[in-house]
């Protein structure tokens, strides 16, 4: 039974992205409208995220905390198969007891750098997720200013839609407006301050972006 009526909602979200489809299309042709006139439209927000100045600095920014770690890491393991050599060296003339102490210490000195790189990788990622919502929680009032212009009552996300025309697409134009508006988001309030958030939900009819999902860490050790 639920997989009947998942079929038959499925075929209804279709047949409404069809007509919706055909009026933005039959509407465009009438008045020339740049955004297309429809009840649904679909956006692909990995693109906004891809192809926005925003979305591009946040990844750039990424990449270069990434590789700055990356370089870290190897200066960080170089040293500690440097000290493991010079430890293994002064086994033969140390007591027993001394060099397992100093082994010991070492090995506890070499978890904790570890454990220490594994976190700032971790919190590279983290702060690339946050910056994401971020951006997301910015392009909300642009989104709702399309959704408006197009006389729209919903954006799916293209992931979530079995069938869809082109002409219901507004994802471009996304994109442009965003960068119009948000540029790479170099003047926004850093993630985790006042976003205006409050004015973000109203404009979008209090509905917030969903989390994204989650994503790799960055490189560690």
Request: proline share 5%; no cysteine; net charge negative.
């Amino acid at each position: 039974m639920a997989g009947r009526r998942q079929a038959v909602m499925r075929a209804a979200l279709a047949a409404l992205l069809l007509l919706a489809g055909g009026s933005a299309m039959a509407q465009q042709a009438q008045s020339g409208a740049a955004v297309p006139q429809a009840p649904i439209l679909t956006l692909d927000r990995e693109r906004l995220l891809v192809e926005t100045r925003f979305g591009q600095a946040v990844e750039a920014q990424f990449q270069k905390d990434s590789e700055t770690l990356i370089a870290e890491n190897v200066r960080l393991e170089q040293a500690l198969e440097a000290e493991e050599r010079a430890l293994t060296d002064q086994r033969p003339t140390l007591p027993s007891e001394e060099f397992r102490t100093l082994a010991e210490e070492f090995d506890t000195k070499t978890e904790a750098i570890r454990a220490a790189q594994d976190a700032k990788s971790r919190a590279i990622t983290s702060r690339r997720d946050a910056e994401r919502q971020r951006f997301l929680q910015a392009a909300i009032p642009v989104l709702a200013d399309l959704m408006r212009e197009s006389g729209a009552v919903a954006i799916f996300d293209k992931e979530m839609v079995i069938l869809s025309l082109r002409g219901v697409d507004i994802t471009d134009e996304a994109i442009a407006r965003i960068d119009a508006v948000l540029g790479d988001g170099a003047t926004l309030p850093e993630a985790g301050g006042a976003t205006g958030n409050a004015a973000a939900d109203d404009a979008a009819g209090g509905q917030a972006p969903a989390p994204m999902p989650e994503t790799e860490d960055a490189p560690a050790p």
